[in-house]
């Protein structure tokens, strides 16, 4: 969850591009410049450092996103650095991204599985958790194969384990009370 001064500027940056339409845009653009600082974390590093002058920090955000981004997300950009607030960018985004997501009646849901699903379980989820939760459901698979078989559904801050490792320990418990 992001923090207040996080939540201010995505918010604000949000209702401009409401303004614009551009709301699925400023998201696209916002996360891949997210990914470029994950990609190249010197360059936030740079970007955070108070001993670099503020004009080479935004000389360099011109010459790295100018005509790749939105001229007004490039604006952001330049503010946050600004205002030594482009740090937080990874959370500006996510609280961006939840404000879209909850504008438009999106969730996030997130399964493990201990094998990649097929194409054809994976719409099938798709379909069944939209129909739980009545939105739009973004899927995001992962494979960790400790759980042995199953699924794991995470569902905002709810999890619903079906795993064959968690049924396997909860088969222990009773044997251990049992015999204990």
Known sequence: MADIVSERYALSLYEVASDGKKEKAYLDELTAVCQAFKREPDFLKMLTTPSIALEDKQSVLRKVFEGRIETFLLNFLMLITEKGRVGLIHDMREAYKEHYYFENGIVEVRAITAKPMSAALTEKLKAKMSAVTG??????????????????????????????????????????????
């Not at 078989?149 to 088969?171: A, C, H, P």
């Open 135 to 180: 939105k739009q459901v973004v899927l995001e698979t992962s494979v960790d194969e400790s759980i042995l078989g199953g699924i794991v559904v995470k569902l905002g801050n709810e999890q619903f384990d079906t795993s064959l490792r968690t049924r396997l320990s909860e088969i222990a418990a009773q044997l251990t009370n049992t015999i204990a």
